[in-house]
Nanobody, 127 residues
């Protein structure tokens, strides 16, 4: 059983930074592409960032490109999302997701690609 637990969310001011962590248990993430999605109130869950299990490939939503950075530490079975220059529109519940793949450079953005999900962590950005 693969379990994902997010942490690091909270209340932040506009322009500040937060770092989210996603710790995975039950399996090594070495052959898993990992991603972050988010869901704001009244909106559908949307893609934020993804990273291949090789770490070579990353993809970002246009809305966060240049501000957010996804990274992973396979030895610690952990994925991170560094969020800088936060905006009020970044307010959402952030979810970590995992998908096992045979392709080391896959970092897919399609929500239905991902089989395992965490419970989410709330990020609220206010001025």
């Amino acid at each position: 059983q693969v379990r994902l637990v997010e942490s690091g969310g909270g209340l932040a001011q506009t322009g500040s930074s937060l770092r989210l962590s996603c710790v995975v248990s039950g399996r090594s993430i070495r052959q898993y592409q990992m991603a972050w999605f988010r869901q704001a109130p009244g909106k559908e869950r949307e893609f934020v960032a993804a990273i291949s299990w090789s770490g070579v490939t990353t993809n970002y939503a246009d809305s966060v490109k240049g501000r957010f950075t996804i990274s992973r530490d396979n030895a610690q079975n952990t994925v991170y999302l560094q969020m800088d220059s936060l905006k009020s529109e970044d307010t959402a519940v952030y979810y970590c997701a995992a998908d096992r793949t045979d392709y080391p450079d896959d970092a897919l953005t399609w929500i239905y690609e991902y089989d395992y999900w965490g419970q989410g962590t709330q990020v609220t950005v206010s001025s």
